[in-house]
Each structure stands twice: as C-alpha cells, then as structure tokens.
C-alpha cells in the first residue's frame, strides 16, 4: 500500500506564505516524480509545480512561477511547496500526485488534498 499525506494548508492573507509538505509511505520502491495540481471550487484541476525525483529538474506553472519553489527530500520521500506573494486566486484544494514504483507495478498515487485559502 502507498499513501500521500499532504499538510500546511491554512488560511493567509493575500502577499502572505505557506508551505505545503506531501510525505509519500508504503512499499515503495522507487520514486520517479512528484506533481502538485490544485482544484478551486466550479474549476477543473491544473497543474502547478513537479520535480523529478533524480537531478534538479523542476517544472512550474506560469500562473505560480516566481511565487512558488517546490523542492524535496528524497530520505524522507517527502516534497514541499514553498508558496510565497500568495493571490486570492491561489485559492484551491491542493494535492499531491506521484509516479511511484512498488514491487508489483508502477502506478499513480494521489493524496487526499489539503485546503488553502487566500483572503483579500
């Protein structure tokens, strides 16, 4: 069994920050990337930052670059979102998503999403 468990939504006034961690657990055995996406409400869901698991390759979504840095730490299997000059329309579900292989399949993974909110 594989989990991602996402934590560090809130609510923040606009200009503010969060971080977002999403820690993946199971019988993993490797890892071939991690994606944030978010969902606001009537939305569909998009994507916002990924990051391959080997290397320093990262990718953005241009509604986030230059306001969002997602890095990660493979010992922990965890990956993180820093989200800074956060807009009201940052406002979304947030979730994770992983590329991940165990020792029966490679298979993709969601988290159960973590709310942020941003005020005006």
């Known amino acids: 069994q594989v989990q991602l468990v996402e934590s560090g939504g809130g609510l923040v006034q606009a200009g503010g920050s969060l971080r977002l961690s999403c820690a993946a657990s199971g019988r993993i055995y490797s890892i071939h990337r991690m994606d944030w996406y978010r969902q606001a409400p009537g939305k569909e869901r998009e994507f916002v930052a990924a990051i391959n698991w080997t290397g320093d390759s990262s990718d953005y979504a241009d509604s986030v670059k230059g306001r969002f840095t997602m890095s990660r730490d493979n010992a922990k299997k965890t990956v993180f979102l820093q989200m800074d000059s956060l807009k009201p329309e940052d406002t979304a579900m947030y979730y994770c998503?992983?590329?991940?292989?165990?020792?029966?399949?490679?298979?993709?993974?969601w988290g159960q999403g973590t709310q942020v909110t941003v005020s005006a």
């Open positions: 998503n992983a590329v991940i292989v165990t020792t029966s399949r490679v298979a993709n993974y």
